[in-house]
C-alpha cells in the first residue's frame, strides 16, 4: 500500500516530496486554489465549523476520517488509489500493453483536453452552487452540501495534479484557466452546458446530485479504464467520493417525495393548489425537474455517434464504463443501430460502428442506472396508494448536444413541431410560476434535527451520529 504523507502542505501518496520541482509548482498553485475558494466557494460560512469527511489515504476500510473543520481549512490532497503492478490496456488496439506511467507524445493534446474538460466541472459545480447555503432546508443537508463542495475541490486537485506532473508548462497553464472560467460567466464559461445552469434551490441541487454526478461516475468509470495509468488511479479513487454526492441526491430527491406523499395523505388531495399551499412540491413539479436535470446531464455525454470517441477508445485514451464486462475489447468492426431524426419530422435506424457510438454506449449505460433510483421513488409512491409514476424522459427529448439537438420532441421522444413544443414546453419544464414557487420554499433551517416543511427527515445521520446532531455550528 502507498504511504500518504499527511503532514505536507499538500496531503499525498505521490511521494510529492521527492519531486521538488513539481512540489513548488503545485504550492504555487494552491493560493490561487484558495483564492478561488475564498471568492467562488460557498459564500459566507468560511468560519463556520462543518462536520466533514476528509481524505486521509485509498485503503477500502479506512480511507476517511470526520471532524469539525472550518472549510477553508480543509485538507485538500492528492491521492491516487494503489498501483495495479504489471497492469495491461484492456481495451483498443493496443491491448494486451503495458500500461503507460507518463502520457505518449501523440496522444498528449487530447489526454490534455479531456483532463481539462473533467477538471473544469469540478470547480464549476461549487460555483453552481455557492449560495445554497443561505437557504438550507436543515443542518444536516447543509453540511451534505459543503461536504460536496470540498469534495469537488479535491477533484479539482486530482485533475490540476496530472496537468502539472504530466503537461509541463502547458499543464501549468491549464490549470490556472481551471480557476478563471466561471460557471454561467458570459465571456468565461465553464465548458459544458450544464455546468453553467444556474441552481438557485435545493430541488435542483438534489436532481443535480442525482443526475449530474452520476454522469461524473460514468466519465470517471470510461477514466479509471484508460491506459494512463496516473489518470486511472486518480479516476479510480474519486468514485470513492462520488458515491455520496448521488447518495446525496437519491436521498434528497426521496425524501422531497416521502414529505409530499406525508401532506397528500393528511390532506386527502392530490391538486397542485392545496398542495402549493400547504408548502410542499407536488409530484408533476418534481416530474419537471427531472426532466430537466436529466436532458441537461445527457448531453454531457457527447454525440451518439462521434469520431473523438471512437479515438479515445482505439487509443486506449477512455475505455467504457466497467470495460470487464464487455465481451469484446477491440470491437474494431463491429456496428450498431442508434436512431437518427428522419429529415421528415420522424425517426430512422442509423448503422454505425461501435468505436463511433461509444458515448451512446455509455449513455445507455446511465439510463439504467438512472432507472435504479426512479423504481425506489416509485416504490415509496405506490406504498403511499397514489396512483403516479416518475419517470425518465426518452433521450430524444430537449437534447442540445448530438444527433436530436434542437429537434423538437415531446418527453416520449416523438418528433413535434416546434410550435407545438413551444406551447407546450411549459407542461413538462419547469415553467417561471413553478420556478418561483420552488425557490420561495427555500427557507434556512438551522435548529439541529429540524427540517423545512417540505422535505422529510433523513432515515439516518452522518457516521453514526444522530440526525439532530450539530452538523454545523453556526
Ligand atoms: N456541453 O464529439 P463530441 C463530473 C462538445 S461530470 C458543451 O460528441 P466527445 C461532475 C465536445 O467537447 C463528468 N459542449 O464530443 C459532475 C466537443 O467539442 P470539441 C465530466 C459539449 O469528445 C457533477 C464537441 O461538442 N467529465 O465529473 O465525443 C459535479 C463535439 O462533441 C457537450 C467529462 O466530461 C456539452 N454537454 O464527448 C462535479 C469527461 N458535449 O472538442 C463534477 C471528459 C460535448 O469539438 N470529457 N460537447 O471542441 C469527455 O470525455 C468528452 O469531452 C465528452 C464529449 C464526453 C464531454
Redesign the pocket.
Known amino acids: 500500500m502507498s504511504t500518504i504523507d499527511l503532514q505536507a502542505l499538500i496531503p499525498n501518496n505521490v511521494h510529492l516530496g521527492e519531486n521538488r520541482q513539481l512540489q513548488r509548482a503545485l504550492e504555487h498553485w494552491q493560493p490561487a486554489f484558495l483564492n478561488w475558494w475564498d471568492e467562488m466557494g460557498p459564500s459566507d460560512f468560511k468560519a463556520k465549523e462543518v462536520y466533514l469527511r476528509t481524505a486521509v489515504g485509498v485503503d477500502a476500510q479506512g480511507w476517511a476520517s470526520y471532524g469539525y473543520t472550518p472549510m477553508p481549512d480543509y485538507r485538500w490532497g492528492i491521492f491516487l488509489a494503489d498501483k495495479e503492478e504489471g497492469r495491461k490496456i484492456g481495451f483498443g488496439d493496443h491491448m494486451g500493453q503495458d500500461v503507460w506511467q507518463d502520457v505518449p507524445g501523440e496522444y498528449r493534446s487530447t489526454f490534455r ?3 481539462v ?2 477538471g ?3 470547480p ?3 460555483e453552481q452552487q455557492r449560495l445554497l447555503g443561505h437557504t438550507a432546508p436543515s443542518l444536516y443537508d447543509l453540511r451534505n452540501l459543503f461536504q ?1 463542495n470540498v469534495e ?1 475541490g479535491r ?1 479539482l486537485w486530482a485533475m490540476v495534479y496530472l496537468l502539472h506532473a504530466h503537461f509541463g508548462r502547458d499543464g501549468r497553464e491549464e490549470a490556472e484557466e481551471l480557476l478563471m472560467r466561471h460557471s454561467g460567466d458570459a465571456d468565461k464559461p465553464r ?5 453553467n445552469e444556474p441552481m438557485d434551490n435545493w430541488l435542483s441541487f438534489f436532481m ?2 442525482y443526475f ?9 468509470k ?2 479509471a479504464e484508460s491506459a494512463f495509468d496516473p489518470l486511472a488511479r486518480t479516476t479510480r479513487f ?1 468514485l470513492t467520493e ?1 458515491a455520496h ?1 448521488m447518495f446525496v441526491g437519491e436521498t434528497g430527491v426521496g425524501r422531497v417525495i416521502k414529505r409530499t406523499l406525508e401532506v397528500m395523505k393528511e390532506l386527502d388531495t392530490d391538486d397542485k393548489a392545496t398542495l402549493r399551499q400547504a408548502g410542499v412540491v407536488d409530484l408533476p413539479t418534481i416530474q419537471k425537474y427531472l426532466n430537466f436535470w436529466f436532458t ?2 445527457l ?11 471512437a479515438n ?1 477508445f482505439s487509443n486506449g485514451i ?1 475505455g467504457r464504463p466497467d470495460e470487464a464486462k464487455f465481451a469484446d475489447h477491440v470491437e474494431a468492426d463491429s456496428e450498431m443501430v442508434i436512431q437518427v431524426p428522419d429529415g421528415n419530422g420522424g425517426i430512422k435506424n442509423e448503422t454505425i460502428g461501435v468505436r463511433n457510438g ?2 451512446e454506449v ?1 449513455r445507455l449505460e446511465y439510463v439504467k442506472d438512472c432507472n435504479i433510483g426512479i423504481t425506489r421513488w416509485n416504490m415509496a409512491i405506490k406504498r403511499a396508494g397514489v396512483q403516479f409514476e416518475l419517470k425518465l424522459p426518452s433521450t430524444r427529448f430537449r437534447r ?3 444527433v436530436w439537438a434542437g429537434v423538437p420532441t415531446d418527453p416520449h421522444g416523438h418528433p413535434i413541431a416546434q410550435a407545438e413544443f413551444d406551447q407546450r414546453k411549459d407542461e413538462w419544464l419547469p415553467n417561471d410560476a413553478d420556478k418561483a414557487f420552488v425557490k420561495s420554499l427555500m427557507q434556512r433551517v438551522t435548529e439541529p434535527g429540524k427540517m423545512a416543511a417540505w422535505i422529510a427527515p433523513p432515515d439516518r445521520g452522518i457516521n453514526a451520529n444522530p440526525v439532530d446532531y450539530e452538523y454545523v455550528k453556526l
Open positions: 483536453r479531456l483532463i474538460t473533467q473544469d466541472t469540478e464549476a459545480s461549487v460536496v469537488e477533484h465548458i459544458l452546458g450544464t455546468f443535480f446530485t449530474t454526478d452520476r454522469d461524473g461516475k460514468f466519465q470517471l470510461s477514466f474519486m462520488e454526492h441537461s446531464s448531453d454531457l455525454f457527447g454525440s451518439e455517434s462521434s469520431s473523438n470517441a479515445y477512455k461509444m458515448n455509455t442540445e448536444v448530438g
